[in-house]
């Protein structure tokens, strides 16, 4: 059998077909409804992901130092804030030895009074490559690989 000039073979059709589905799954910019449950990937180098969250500068002993709230890591992780948090208080991962000054006024009767929570860029960087190497990657998630790494292992700057 052959095929006219406007005929097209189906396999060809159906192979650029599931290519051009690929290649839109994959297309996120600003203005598009963002891909769900994709996380910031570490297949680049740091200094590409790390400029698209967010980041605050302050000083510290006298140098300006770039500082993570809670959401970056968040972001960074494909995660929810409150997931990071629940990780703090269940001692998986550390607590942040970094924190805004807390609030001039009460914001919550009768509750002390905090800032937010800080991370360095080391701190964000080894989370997200612990993330990726113990729980995305594989096929099933190593938790107990993910705590134990970063106990060992965890930046404190």
Same mark, same amino acid.
């Given at each position: 059998m052959t095929l006219s000039s406007d005929e097209q073979d189906p396999l060809?059709?159906? +192979?650029a077909l599931g290519e051009r589905k690929d290649a @839109?799954? =994959?297309k996120a910019f600003p203005g598009s409804t963002p891909p769900r449950n994709t996380t910031v990937s570490v297949d680049t180098s740091p200094e590409e992901w790390l400029n698209r969250?967010?980041?605050h500068e302050f000083l510290v002993n006298g140098e300006? $130092? =770039?500082f993570y709230t809670i959401g970056a890591i968040a972001m960074a992780l494909g995660k929810? +804030?409150?997931t990071i948090r629940s990780w703090e208080a269940?001692?998986? *991962?550390?607590s942040a030895k970094f924190r805004t000054p807390p609030p001039r006024k009460e914001q919550i009767p009768g509750k002390a009074q905090k800032g937010k929570r800080l991370y360095s860029k080391d701190q964000i960087v080894f989370l997200a490559e612990a993330f @990726? $190497?113990?729980i995305v990657v594989p096929r099933v998630p190593n938790w107990d690989g993910f705590r134990g790494? *970063?106990?060992r292992q965890y930046p404190n700057t």
């Open positions: 060809v059709f159906f +192979a @839109e799954a =994959k969250i967010p980041s300006a $130092r =770039k929810s +804030a409150v269940k001692g998986w *991962i550390p @990726e $190497r113990f790494h *970063i106990k």
